[in-house]
C-alpha cells in the first residue's frame, strides 16, 4: 500500500518565524488533505489539495501530484499554531495518514 | 462540526468483553471511516464504509468489525478487547465525489478506549 512520510517529526518555532512541512507519498494519490490536530486532541481539516497551491489566511499548501509530494507552510507563527500537523492521501475515498509533524511555537 | 457524534467519549473495559463504538452522523454523508491514533503511528485506517451495508477493511482491521444499517451510524465492534487495543478511535466522514466542493474529510471528537 502507499507509504506517507512526513518531515521533520519535531519542530519548535518562535512565535512570528515561519516554517515548511513536508509530506511525501510513496505512490501516486489522486486525493491529499492537510490537518492539524490541537492540543486538545481535535482534528481539523485544514486543505483539500491534490494538486496545485491553495491559501488560506497565514497557511498555504502546495502539491506537486507528479512529484508525489505536499508542502505546507506556516507564516508568521502563533502560539496557537501548535499541535500535530498531519498529512493524509490515497485513491478515491481512502486515505491513509502520515505519522505527524509535533509543532510547538513559543511565545 | 459536519454533525458528528462518537459515543462514548470515555471507555474503560477488561480484557475480553466485547465493546461497540458508535459514531453518528446528521448530514446524510456517505463515506464514514474508523481511525485509530496511537503514538508514534498517526492515524490507521481500520474499517470504512461506502454507503448502507457497505463496508471493507483498513490497513489494521484484525479483531475488529463494524456495521452500517442505516446512513447515520456507524458501529465499530471489538468482539474481544485486548490491550493492545487500547487507544484514541476517531470517526471521520467525506463526501467524496457525491457533494460539489465538500470532498473534505472530517472528524468526531474521538473515544479513549482504555483495556485493562
Known amino acids: 500500500g502507499i507509504q506517507v512520510e512526513q518531515s521533520p517529526p519535531d519542530l519548535i518555532l518562535q512565535e512570528g518565524a515561519n516554517s515548511t512541512l513536508r509530506c511525501n507519498f510513496s505512490?501516486?494519490?489522486?486525493?491529499l488533505q492537510w490537518f492539524h490536530q490541537n492540543p486538545w486532541g481535535q482534528l481539523i481539516n485544514l486543505f483539500y489539495?491534490?494538486?496545485g497551491t491553495k491559501q488560506n489566511g497565514r497557511l498555504s499548501a502546495t502539491t506537486v501530484a507528479t512529484e508525489r509530494y505536499s508542502l505546507l507552510y506556516i507564516s508568521s507563527s502563533q502560539t496557537t499554531d501548535s499541535g500535530v500537523y498531519f498529512c493524509?492521501?490515497?485513491?478515491?475515498?481512502?486515505?491513509?495518514f502520515g505519522t505527524g509533524t509535533r509543532l510547538k511555537v513559543l511565545a | 462540526d459536519a454533525g458528528i457524534t462518537q459515543s462514548p467519549r470515555h471507555k474503560v473495559t477488561e480484557t475480553g468483553t466485547p465493546v461497540t463504538l458508535r459514531c453518528h452522523q446528521t448530514?446524510?454523508?456517505?463515506?464514514m471511516y474508523w481511525y485509530r491514533q496511537d503514538p508514534g503511528h498517526g492515524l490507521r485506517l481500520i474499517h470504512y464504509?461506502?454507503?448502507?451495508?457497505?463496508?471493507d477493511k483498513g490497513e489494521v482491521s484484525d479483531g475488529y468489525s463494524v456495521s452500517r444499517s442505516k446512513t447515520e451510524d456507524f458501529l465499530l465492534t471489538l468482539e474481544s478487547a485486548t490491550s493492545s487495543q487500547t487507544s484514541v478511535y476517531f470517526c471521520?466522514?467525506?463526501?467524496?465525489?457525491?457533494?460539489?466542493?465538500?470532498?473534505?474529510?472530517?472528524f468526531g471528537s474521538g473515544t479513549q478506549l482504555s483495556v485493562l
Open positions: 471521520a466522514i467525506s463526501d467524496y465525489k457525491t457533494a460539489p466542493f465538500n470532498e473534505k474529510l472530517f
Open positions: 505512490d501516486s494519490v489522486n486525493n
Open positions: 489539495i491534490p494538486s
Open positions: 493524509a492521501g490515497g485513491w478515491s475515498y481512502k486515505y491513509i
Open positions: 448530514e446524510n454523508h456517505r463515506y
Open positions: 464504509s461506502y454507503g448502507v451495508k457497505d463496508t
